[in-house]
């Protein structure tokens, strides 16, 4: 048994243990109080869904806001255990992961640049759970813990939550403790060695204090076979606990503390072949005539064989961890929060980043270590006319990486030029070590509101503003290291020295900066008529400035350019016109929105030929825009049957962009000169421009149509006695295609997909829930990511997505 397996299953029967000592009538207390809980909530407010996204409880129907909401219910069923599968209820959400440091959460396109792993700079959706701010994507890529609720919030969020966010935000609200006993047990089994256990427990102390102690589990063998050491590789390995100690030592004051511990130990991350493209390196330079050279052949030529031969070790362990101290205090008219966090995040990482099976890079790992402390306070007010949040919001942080990237045997022959005799010499790059030593330091301060005025019973106008100060420092040394151990100062003038310093330069930089922003927004918002609410928003917003913290650009003269250190905030102008609906007794929900987004100083990946920049860095690019339209639908007409359809038509694209790296097929021939024209794309031993201008093309990681859709039955039965019903459930997503390079290149557009999920179960209301499902049921084929080998080669290598999945679960809530 694996031994993520053993921990499964004894912290899981530790749970359960938990949960049946419970007496006999506290259990029996415990469903009947949540279940009349649950009716009193049905009656107070029909079928609307409660949020908190303006930091107050509130329909979702009543705010002049584009929010998707997944309730537990709803994500355990569908089996959306991270925001990898929250994609697929999501159309707006983007998420795309070669490793958990290098992921991308992107909403409506925009957030990250794709594809670049930096700490130099900040994610465009925030990540918050229970008012917490996790600034470490990583966090993404864990399994959700005793989730009560998920609101995806769409368009820039600034004036009432603490970090600024261009793009949007994931507010993850948590099951809180309570002073009646209550709990919940979950086993999951399928295919591929699948199993997860999640237990909560949570229940009272004394009379003044409750606990609530909650456990996750997962683990699955991997999706792909190494040939080399007979591993599956793109394996699942996670735990998680998450503890909460509640005290309310009187009815207007409630502390409660959370501490939780999560850890991923997967055998992760590699890639498949997928194929080859023509660029503009001589042939004997291209993929095919290098591998030949070495008597190399990929294991499979199809991608869906599932089929790789990394030899380098390959390891994501990963450890995200903290504390939180919140306060909510009933003072005067209002209600004052406080919210006191630390985090912590250790990565120890190990890739392949050749994506072959020859040894050209051994090693290439950048293990880092994170400490995150925030402080929020909050005051609200909610009046007949008047409703406000003010706040204050602090953010400091620190990141310590140790980078080594290591060449290996068979790198000469493939990095040095066929012409140059050394390309021989397997001494010459075998052994080659860069050894990275970094850090960033990073202290944000803001003060936020905003204030809602009901101008009349209809009409209703929302200003918010955002002051912001932050400041960066950070620290890069490069020191570059021979086979035989001799380190290189990079004023060597020997020829093997040189063929060693085209791969690797030694460098130290230390760019910091500061800056200040002012931002607003305003939203105005009218009731049509009963239950249809329609509202405009114009923002003001901005991403904070970044630091290139992986090495500076250097010039024709191997000098590190010095005032490419920093990079400017980007400039967000938010246009966004909505209307929300219910209809049928409120039995059906239709809520539209529009929107258009432009960024100025758009932070990406960039050569600025003015700088005579040889290799890609961090900058800003001249400007971006997404626009599009979004729908969102359900109904349930009794309470036999629901159903949804959520679309999204995102049109993102690069406005103006004049120095973007080149695409492959217009990459790796000799830099055109004064008064020379570029080659055609792909021709080999060809002209290659020093950038390229690719405004008006794409942004990449978009579709320009996703969509969610599925539908539940059921009808009432009896089983192992007990009275409930047996339902069938489908849920389906499809995504057109979307570009997979930062620059579009023909090679790497992933095609558009669709996939569909079944479930079928029975439950009862007492709290069991048996149900087996299958995911991806016609086993398509698609990719989630394509990735273009080093050294413009042409190698296209990917990240197939999963196969049919099939299993079962049976839940149990006391």
């Given amino acids: 048994m694996h031994p993520s397996s053993i921990r499964t299953a004894l912290l899981l029967g530790a749970g359960l243990a938990a949960i049946t000592a419970l007496p006999a009538a506290a259990q029996e207390a415990a469903t009947d109080t949540a279940a009349a809980a649950a009716e009193e909530a049905q009656a107070d407010s029909g079928n609307d869904i409660i949020v908190t ?92 813990l005793d989730v009560a609720q998920i609101e995806v919030l769409r368009g820039p969020q600034g004036t009432l939550y603490g970090k600024n966010t261009t793009a949007g935000a994931i507010n993850i609200q948590t099951n809180q403790p309570t002073f009646a006993f209550e709990g919940r047990a979950e086993i999951s ?91 503009q390196r001589p042939l004997n330079r291209q993929f095919a005539a290098l591998a030949a050279a070495q008597n190399y052949a990929p294991a499979s030529t199809n991608p869906f064989d599932r089929l790789t031969d990394l030899d380098s070790n390959l390891n994501a362990g990963n450890v995200i961890g903290g504390a ?43 293990p880092s270590q994170q400490d995150q402390y925030t402080q929020e306070f909050r005051y609200a007010y909610s009046g007949e006319r008047f409703d406000f949040v003010l706040g204050a919001f602090a953010f400091d942080q620190r990141i310590d990486t140790q980078g080594t990237e290591q060449h290996g045997i068979a790198s000469s022959r493939w990095t040095i030029a066929p012409a140059n ?14 050894r990275n030593t970094q850090f960033l330091k990073s202290t944000s301060a803001a003060l936020f509101g905003q204030l ?63 800056d200040w922003n002012l931002t607003y927004d305003l939203t105005a918002s009218y009731a049509l008529a009963p239950d249809v609410l329609a509202y405009g928003t114009y923002a003001r917003s901005f991403k904070t400035i970044g630091i290139n913290q992986n090495g500076l650009p250097t010039d024709s003269a191997g000098v590190p350019i010095a005032a490419a250190g920093t990079i400017r905030p980007e400039r967000v102008d938010h246009f966004e016109i909505g209307l929300k609906s219910q209809f049928w007794d409120r039995k059906a929900t ?42 969102d639908f359900s109904i349930r007409p009794s309470e036999r049957f629901t159903a949804y359809a ?73 089983f192992l006695g007990q009275e409930g019903e047996v339902y069938l459930g489908y849920d389906g997503t499809y995504r057109s295609n979307f570009s997979s390079n930062p620059s579009p290149s023909a090679y790497t557009f992933v095609d558009g997909y669709s996939l569909s999920n079944f479930r079928l ?54």
Avoid: H, M
């Fill in 590 to 631: 239709l809520n539209l929105a529009a929107y258009r987004t432009e960024i100025r100083d758009y932070q990406a990946t960039v050569n600025n030929g003015q700088f005579g920049v040889l290799r890609g860095y961090l900058a800003n690019a001249g400007k971006v825009r997404a626009q599009g339209i979004e729908a």
């Fill in 452 to 514: 809602s005025w009901k101008v009349t019973d209809a009409f209703t106008i929302q200003p918010g503003a955002r002051l912001n100060y932050d400041k960066k420092s950070g620290f890069y040394q490069r020191r570059v290291f021979t086979g035989a151990g001799v380190e290189l100062t990079g004023r060597e003038t020997d020829a093997r020295s040189r063929a060693q310093l085209a791969v690797f330069t030694p460098q130290e930089s230390a760019p910091s900066d500061t």
């Fill in 53 to 144: 996204a303006r930091r107050r409880q509130e329909s979702a129907q009543d705010i002049p806001l584009a929010v998707s909401v997944l309730g537990a219910q709803q994500l355990d069923e569908t089996g959306a255990f991270n925001v990898n599968r929250l994609q697929q209820l999501a159309p707006t959400l983007q998420f795309y992961s070669s490793n958990p440091r290098n992921t991308a959460v992107n909403i409506r396109g925009l957030g990250v640049p794709f594809g670049l792993t930096s700490d130099g700079f900040e994610q465009g959706v925030g990540i918050y759970v229970d008012d917490v701010y996790y600034s470490r994507v990583a966090s993404a890529t864990f399994d959700f």
């Fill in 646 to 718: 959520n679309g999204a038509y995102t049109d993102a694209k690069y406005v103006r962009f004049t120095d973007a790296p080149c695409p492959p097929e217009l990459s790796g021939g000799t830099t055109v000169g004064a008064g020379q024209t570029p080659s055609a794309p792909g021709t080999p031993g060809g002209l290659s421009p020093a950038n390229c201008d690719i405004s008006g093309q794409r942004l990449p990681g978009v579709s320009k149509w996703a969509f969610s859709f599925g539908a539940e039955g059921n009808v009432p039965a009896s």
């Fill in 189 to 279: 089994v399928g295919n591929y060695n699948f199993q997860q256990a999640r237990a909560a427990v949570s229940g009272p102390l004394s009379e003044k204090v409750a606990a609530r102690i909650a456990f996750s589990g997962t683990s699955r063998n991997g999706t792909i076979r190494n040939v080399v050491t007979g591993a599956d590789i793109q394996s699942l390995d996670n735990i998680g606990l998450r503890a909460q100690l509640l005290w309310e030592p009187t009815d207007s004051l409630k502390i409660k503390l959370v501490g939780d511990y999560n850890k991923q130990d997967a055998v992760c991350c590699g890639s498949v072949f997928v194929g080859t493209g023509a660029t």
């Fill in 324 to 366: 939180a101290l919140k306060v909510t205090w009933d003072v005067g008219p209002g209600t004052f929060t406080s919210v006191t966090a630390w985090r912590t995040w250790d990565w120890k990482p190990e890739n392949d980043r050749d994506f072959t099976g020859l040894s050209i890079v051994r090693l290439s790992q950048n």
């Fill in 761 to 814: 179960g029975f439950r009862t209301q007492g709290g069991l829930n048996i149900f087996g499902w299958v995911r991806n049921a016609f086993d398509e084929n698609y990719f989630e990511q394509l990735f273009v080998g080093p050294g413009n080669t042409g190698l296209i290598a990917g990240l197939p997505g999963d196969p049919r999945t099939w299993g079962g679960t049976i839940a149990v809530t006391f």
């Fill in 421 to 434: 005799v050394l390309s021989n010499d397997p001494s010459v790059l075998n052994g080659l070590t860069a």
